[in-house]
């Protein structure tokens, strides 16, 4: 028996996703010590750190991108289950499928979009931190990346489960 790609697929999927997770640990921490140390300066020390209000910005932005590939690989992301849940067995698998197959489409674009717009603020700095803007917005194609990557597993493992015969 040959190697399994959507085993593999599967599995850089569930490391990705793992280190995503701790990527937002670490974003988090960071976040909420540029604020509290903001806090602290302003109102202990009567001095305004003017940096730290677009750090905390762009981690938010970093957080919510992330989190959101995070909340979609564990399935925790919104959606309206009413009529879902009054399907039948096979009928739920397809809607899964093609609603898997069209976020597919929507995370292409998003890499696609993400990175022409990279690439279009590519000589520009933030106001603040002098940082080059396409590094702060590269989290829209990097989270498109990963978004694709855990859809692609989901089709995997929903086309292995078919093969099988086990439950989607």
């Not at 640990?25 to 730290?52: E, K």
């Not at 809607?95 to 597919?104: A, N």
Request: aromatic residues 14%; glycine residues 6%.
């Amino acid at each position: 028996m040959g190697p399994n790609p959507a085993g593999t697929i599967e599995k850089l999927s569930s490391s990705c996703n793992r280190c995503a997770e701790y990527f937002l640990l670490v974003l988090g921490v960071s976040m909420t010590a540029t604020v509290i140390l903001q806090v602290f300066c302003r109102y202990l020390l009567n001095h305004s750190l003017f940096w730290s209000e677009e750090l905390a910005r762009y981690l938010l932005v970093w957080l919510t991108f992330t989190g959101a590939t995070v909340a979609y690989y564990r399935n925790m992301h919104p959606g309206v289950d009413v009529v879902f849940r009054r399907l039948q067995r096979k009928n739920r698998t397809r809607v899964r499928q093609c609603v898997h197959l069209v976020s597919l489409v929507f995370f292409l674009i998003l890499i696609w979009y993400g990175c022409s717009f990279a690439y279009f603020i590519r000589a520009q700095t933030t106001a603040a931190l002098s940082l080059p803007k396409w590094l702060v917005f590269s989290i829209i194609p990097f989270s498109g990346l990963i978004f694709a990557l855990h859809c692609i597993a989901f089709l995997c493992s929903h086309a292995r489960q078919k093969t099988t015969g086990g439950a989607p």
